[in-house]
């Protein structure tokens, strides 16, 4: 579990995240969502670590990642795993070399073990037989599974996914979504998806985080938002044609 | 104010070497990096280094033979300013202009676009130290490779003299080697190997520190491989001048 309590983010005068609060739960695919600018980058590079916050804590099954010292914070990152917007795989190394790299690094396996381990991961995400191509040979929906089976292979406690259908067509999108949430349960970690797609939040957000100008807005479930009373939501969720028609269909 | 900004890169530089500088979280996967960096950078400009040292040694040997030629000047002078000139000042200097061209831009722009397409935020949410993932064995490795290609260099330079004495019939192949063999100093060779050693050191961390620092897109990709050329041959030009004068 992740908690945020009282977290404030400034850049020399402007504040972008004032007084965050919020609790992702384990097993939960946790969404932020939020329009562009609004802050959601900025509260999951604090969550993660990148950035540190002006004040507040981030506690991760209780331990503060803000008070953390560099062996804690360390030990703490092996057990994250992120999904970039733009899947950040390593072009020098095949798909097979890119979800073996967190082992090499810190695993005491055999090299045997590693690439079974690896080639796991991959068949999880039902790339096995891409494992010795390239990332620029492959598209941008493999990138995104091959990056899912990176940041599974040390079976993180924690995933973040930064706006993992951003460039993907809605089919791939949505086997993407179906692969985090499936990930989620599977192993029972903590999963938290910054994404602005309306679909991910109707298919798979178990719990909705809805930011604007950085003051957290609203938080409930995929059930409970299209009944939001929240006039800022609203205009969010129902600036597409698609969902104010079914909320019509819906009354 | 431009005191302060250099002050504050300065600073900013010093702090990646210290994180450069530390123990490798795994001594298998720096190795591997390791032999990859000498590989890419050193081997792989073993070709550059030779055919541009043999071209100015040629060129060299000809324009001393063509101005410095006089009944008052010993025939072998030909041959030893050839020699001093490639030990001196090509062979490690010049040559070190010219690869900061070639591997100070590598080095730039590949960790800059790593940079810009997150690969090095990737492997900071894993846990790895990506300056010292990505950045000692580059420097490691280059000051490997680096004495290797100065003696290259000096052989390839020295050919090129002899190139002109066998196919353009300048200078008489005994004359050549009599200067060349004219009152060798050895420690002219140790020279230039140490001070190319230093100069690697500031082509690659240069370079690296560029590339690590860039914030934005592929045009700034771009800028930070050019101010790394320029910066690292600036710093070579100076460091030059120190080094010539403390080993002198």
């Not at chain 2, 280094?49 to 040694?57: A, K, P, R, Y």
Request: charged share 20%; aromatic share 10%; proline share 2%.
């Amino acid at each position: 579990m992740i908690e945020i309590k009282s977290l404030y983010k400034s850049f020399e005068d402007k504040e972008v995240l004032k007084d965050i609060n919020s609790i992702f739960e384990n097993g939960k695919t946790n969404l932020i969502i939020g329009q562009s600018g609004s802050g959601k980058t900025v509260l999951m590079k604090c969550i993660v670590g990148l950035f540190r916050p002006t004040s507040g804590q981030i506690l991760y099954d209780g331990r503060d990642l803000v008070c953390m010292n560099k062996s804690e914070w360390k030990l703490l990152r092996r057990e994250m795993g992120m999904i970039f917007q733009s899947a950040a795989l390593f072009d020098s190394m095949t798909v097979l070399e890119n979800v073996m790299f967190p082992l090499d690094m810190f695993s005491n396996d055999s090299y045997s073990a590693r690439v079974k381990r690896a080639q796991f991961c991959l068949d999880r995400v039902n790339l096995l037989d891409a494992q010795n191509k390239f990332p620029d040979e492959i598209s941008g929906g493999m990138q995104k599974r091959v990056a899912i089976a990176r940041a599974i292979a040390l079976n993180p406690k924690y995933l973040f996914c930064d706006e993992p259908n951003s460039g993907l067509d809605p089919k791939t999108s949505l086997v993407i979504d179906e692969l985090i949430h499936d990930i989620t349960v599977d192993f029972n970690m903590t999963t938290i998806v910054n994404t602005h797609d309306m679909n991910s939040v109707m298919g798979i957000g178990d719990n909705i985080l809805y930011i604007q100008e950085g003051i957290k807005e609203w938080q409930g479930n995929k059930d409970q938002i299209m009944n939001s009373t929240n006039e800022h939501l609203n205009s969010f969720i129902f600036a597409s044609d698609l969902f104010r028609k079914v909320k019509e269909a819906n009354k | 104010m431009l005191f302060i900004k250099s002050l504050s890169t300065f600073g900013k530089y010093l702090l990646l070497m210290q994180r450069t500088f530390s123990r490798p979280e795994r001594m298998r996967m720096f190795f591997k990096q390791y032999i990859k960096e000498m590989y890419q950078l050193g081997v792989n400009s073993i070709g550059i280094v030779l055919l541009i040292s043999f071209f100015i040694g040629a060129v060299i040997c000809i324009q001393l033979k063509l101005n410095i030629e006089s009944a008052w000047m010993p025939k072998f002078v030909t041959g030893f300013t050839t020699r001093e000139i490639m030990l001196l000042e090509f062979s490690s200097s010049i040559m070190c202009l010219i690869l900061a061209g070639k591997v100070g831009s590598n080095i730039a722009s590949e960790i800059g676009t790593m940079r810009i397409t997150q690969q090095i935020d990737a492997l900071e949410i894993m846990g790895v130290n990506s300056a010292n993932y990505l950045i000692l064995p580059k420097i490691t490795g280059m000051i490997t490779m680096m004495p290797f290609l100065v003696c290259f260099s000096i052989f390839s330079g020295i050919l090129g003299a002899y190139a002109t004495s066998v196919i353009g019939h300048i200078i008489t192949i005994d004359d050549l080697t009599l200067g060349l063999q004219h009152d060798f100093n050895d420690w002219y060779v140790w020279m230039g190997v140490i001070k190319s050693i230093f100069f690697s050191f500031i082509i690659t961390s240069v370079s690296a520190f560029y590339g690590y620092t860039v914030e934005g897109g592929s045009v700034e990709v771009g800028k930070a491989s050019t101010e790394s050329v320029v910066s690292s041959s600036v710093l070579i030009l100076f460091s030059d001048v120190l080094l010539t004068h403390l080993l002198s």
